[in-house]
């Protein structure tokens, strides 16, 4: 089974800082999905990536296959970007392992 | 365009209830996952629906938990006789297409929370 482990657990920023959100995995996969879930809501997805970088945004998703390892950058850091961000890894099949997530807190 | 809807969205039980916990998957979508999220905690897979056909149902904690998908659209997720650690919230996710070469994004639901006292 895929362990996936995502630091750090809680990060509080000001407005306007940059983020960083790491996770790892330790068995390869197919694809790994970046999410976001508001407190009592439901899950957005934000990234899907299997190799390179990808930017939305202010958002920006980065992923290194040999080293098993992604980050979900967040630029110019806003108060409603507050939210548990999550990192989901797909092995070859459809099965998604997910992290326990970061508790993202941007004060303004 | 809808998308995928859940209900209800809380539920209380009393220990030993039995609960049905419904999804409305975005209409046409093949793919159907159930996971359970408890308390700071990242989901976990529950079960996956192909249509009407479940086919990985691993992910089920005990024989209390039971899953449907009878005309491979909504989808119900039975927890009979209820206990305290079933207390997490209960999320549903779709995808258009049955798992293959492509990476598909699931589109999740609002989940549902469930507290078992």
């Known amino acids: 089974k895929n362990e996936v482990e995502q630091s750090p657990q809680n990060l509080t920023a000001q407005e306007g800082e940059f983020i960083t959100i790491n996770c790892s995995y330790s068995?390869?996969?197919?694809?790994l999905h970046w999410l976001q879930q508001h407190p009592g809501g439901g899950i957005v997805s934000l990234f899907m990536l299997s190799s390179g970088k990808k930017k939305h945004g202010r958002l920006i998703a980065t992923i290194n296959i040999q080293e098993k390892h992604s980050s979900l950058h967040i630029t110019a850091s806003h108060p409603r970007d507050s939210a548990v961000y999550i990192c989901?890894?797909?092995?070859?099949?459809?099965?998604?392992?997910f992290g326990k997530g970061t508790l993202l807190t941007v004060n303004p | 365009g809808a998308g995928v809807s859940q209900s209800p969205r809380y539920k209380v039980a009393k220990r030993g209830q039995d609960v049905a916990l419904r999804c409305d998957p975005i209409?046409?979508?093949?793919?159907l996952f159930w996971y359970q999220q408890a308390l700071g905690q990242g989901p976990e897979f529950l079960t996956y629906f192909q249509n009407e056909a479940q086919l990985d149902k691993s992910g089920l904690p005990s024989d209390r938990f039971f899953a449907e998908r009878p005309e491979g659209s909504v989808s119900t997720l039975k927890i009979q006789r209820t206990q305290q650690e079933d207390s997490a919230v209960y999320l549903c996710a779709s995808i258009p297409k049955p798992r293959d070469r492509t990476n598909n994004e699931q589109f999740f639901g609002p989940g549902t929370r469930l507290t078992v006292l």
């Open positions: 068995v390869g996969i197919s694809a």
């Open positions: 989901a890894v797909k092995d070859g099949n459809y099965k998604l392992t």
């Open positions: 209409s046409g979508h093949v793919s």
